[in-house]
């Protein structure tokens, strides 16, 4: 166990559903972090969220929605997705300071399939 | 950009082999990391270098870092089955959060 809990596992949709990713982090950091992973591709990083404020968004299409209510929290909402959506999503959690970046803590993943 | 690039990209080894994997990067950085994900699963931090550093080792694992060539090597030595996984270099970029990642190494290593 990393600390970084996801959920669900595994999640089937059709395009005009809505569903909502979970994670949770038990490790008191200051930072979490939503990344997409497919096939044969670098990590992409969708969202940071620095003390429960968001620092980075990578231009994700507003079909993604994210929302991080604490520092433990962090949500991805998902409306109207396309199948090419389909990926790995993966979160991370991390104790940033302003000297250099630090270790990431990742959950499992989610692995999203949209139909 | 992408700013982190591993090579090989698939790497196929007998257990007991020692496992090279390289990293190249484009701009200045404080540290490099390496991460290994199993199959569908999250990634897992296995060791961070600074800058400041040429080698370190952890375990069976040695890093180099050449920041004069912008590049690192992960080597496993004395594979185990238990290795087979992606390798995954990141880098960080001093303007933001963000971690720069490589598109990883896939190593198979067989019994």
């Known amino acids: 166990e990393t600390g970084v809990t996801q959920t669900p596992r595994h999640l089937v949709m059709g395009m005009t559903n809505k569903k909502s990713l979970k994670c949770e982090q038990h490790l008191g950091h200051n930072a979490m972090y939503w990344y997409k992973q497919s096939a044969k591709k670098p990590l992409e990083l969708m969202f940071v969220?620095?003390?429960?404020?968001?620092?980075e968004n990578n231009s994700v299409p507003s079909r993604f929605s994210p929302e991080c209510p604490n520092s433990s929290h962090l949500f991805l909402h998902l409306h109207t997705l396309q199948p090419e959506d389909s990926a790995l999503y993966l979160c991370a959690s991390s104790q940033e300071t302003s000297r250099a970046k630090n270790i990431q803590y990742f959950g499992a993943g989610t692995r999203l399939s949209v139909l | 950009s992408q700013q982190g690039e591993e090579d090989p990209q698939a790497l196929s080894i007998q257990e007991g082999e020692n496992a090279t994997m390289n990293c190249s990067y484009k701009t200045s950085i404080n540290n490099l990391q390496w991460y290994r994900q199993n199959s569908g699963r999250g990634l897992v931090h296995l060791i961070l270098?600074?800058?400041n550093e040429r080698e370190k080792h952890s375990g069976r694992l040695r890093v180099t870092l050449d920041t004069s060539k912008k590049s690192s090597s992960l080597l496993i030595t004395a594979s185990r089955a238990a290795d087979t996984a992606s390798y995954f270099c990141a880098t960080d970029a001093k303007s933001n959060y963000q971690l720069i990642w490589g598109a990883g190494t896939k190593l198979i290593i067989k019994p």
């Open positions: 270098i600074r800058s």
């Open positions: 969220y620095s003390l429960e404020e968001r620092v």
